[in-house]
């Protein structure tokens, strides 16, 4: 049950939308979940800062894992997931922050798992 909410100040065509959520969930695999429980969210055009600048193209991506993965997993989710943005959205991957929250309790259909 991963979710990844996606924010950046720049703009994403439903072209580059489908292909980064084709490429995510791929990486989350890095995780140990799959994409058949994956649940993402873009909100482009925010009106983000970073450094005390907001004219650069920025991102800020958030992770919310059901259960744990281990730093070298993290490590390598980072990785993949500012590549692809990088590739997709042409941000800097030193503009991209990736916050990971691990979650013990979780509901989906009327229950906890």
């Known amino acids: 049950m ?3 909410n996606t924010r950046t100040n720049t703009a994403i065509t439903p072209e580059q939308e489908a292909s980064i959520k084709a490429k995510l969930g791929d990486a989350i695999r ?3 979940k799959s ?3 994956l ?5 482009d055009n925010c009106r983000l ?3 005390g600048d907001n004219k650069k193209s920025i991102a800020m991506v958030e992770i919310s894992l059901f259960g744990r993965a281990n730093e070298s997993a993290y490590n390598d989710m980072t990785k993949q997931l500012t590549t692809i943005l990088s590739q997709e959205l042409s941000i800097s991957t030193d503009c991209i922050y990736v916050k990971y929250e691990e979650v ?3 509901g989906w ?3 906890n798992f």
């Open 104 to 106: 013990d309790n979780w």
């Open 30 to 32: 890095t995780l140990g």
């Open 35 to 37: 994409e058949g429980w």
């Open 39 to 43: 649940m993402l969210n873009f909100e």
């Open 49 to 51: 800062w970073f450094k």
């Open 109 to 111: 259909n009327g229950n």
């Open 2 to 4: 991963p979710f990844i």
